[in-house]
């Protein structure tokens, strides 16, 4: 549901969404004016434009 929902908004699949992560030029900084949870947001390069993901870690990632 919300990837259907995702994909409506944004015109973006989260599979290829999170191929930000592994771009090795990607910037990625906290959102400072996010509240009440812990959240980032990267900008690198998804071939050919570049793209910016905002995302909340979970607990599997943060735990590592």
Same mark, same amino acid.
């Given at each position: 549901?919300? +990837?259907?929902?995702? @994909?409506?908004?944004?015109? !973006?699949?989260?599979?290829?969404?999170?191929?930000? @992560?592994?771009?090795?030029?990607?910037?990625?900084?906290?959102?400072?004016? +996010? @509240? *009440?949870?812990?959240?980032? +947001?990267?900008?690198?390069? !998804?071939?050919?434009? *570049?793209? @910016?993901?905002?995302? !909340?870690?979970?607990?599997? !990632?943060?735990? +590592?």
């Amino acid at each position: 549901r919300k +990837a259907s929902s995702n @994909l409506r908004k944004h015109r !973006i699949r989260f599979s290829d969404a999170e191929m930000v @992560l592994f771009d090795p030029h990607a910037l990625t900084r906290e959102d400072s004016e +996010a @509240l *009440g949870e812990q959240r980032f +947001a990267s900008v690198g390069q !998804i071939q050919p434009d *570049g793209f @910016l993901s905002s995302y !909340i870690p979970t607990a599997e !990632i943060t735990s +590592a």
